[in-house]
Nanobody, 122 residues
């Protein structure tokens, strides 16, 4: 069983940047797709971004394209999410997850982290 721990969240002003990290332990995730989802208060969890096991394929929600960048370091068993030009509507708890294949459907993702809070002030 893999354990995922997210970090890097915080309070930032609109227009600012953050870099989220998701460190995996328990087993290697180098052969798994990794993804980021988020959930704002009172809203359903939504897909943010995903990266293939190789790192060659990435996918983004339309709302974050051009502002968010996902990457992974297989040697460190870690995936990152660089988030720039933050907007108040980006405020949410951000979760990372693993899956055998990339998908925007959160039900197809397996292990989940505990999340890291991102709060963007206007």
């Amino acid at each position: 069983q893999v354990q995922l721990v997210e970090s890097g969240g915080g309070l930032v002003q609109a227009g600012g940047s953050l870099r989220l990290s998701c460190a995996a332990s328990g087993r290697t995730v180098s052969t798994y797709a990794m993804g980021w989802f988020r959930q704002a208060p009172g809203k359903e969890r939504e897909f943010v971004s995903a990266i293939s096991w190789s790192g060659f394929s990435t996918d983004y929600a339309d709302s974050v394209k051009g502002r968010f960048t996902i990457s992974r370091d297989s040697a460190k068993n870690t995936v990152y999410l660089q988030i720039n030009s933050l907007k108040p509507e980006d405020t949410a708890v951000y979760y990372c997850a693993t899956s055998s294949q990339m998908s925007m459907d959160g039900r197809k993702w397996g292990s989940w982290g505990q999340g890291t809070q991102v709060t963007v002030s206007s």
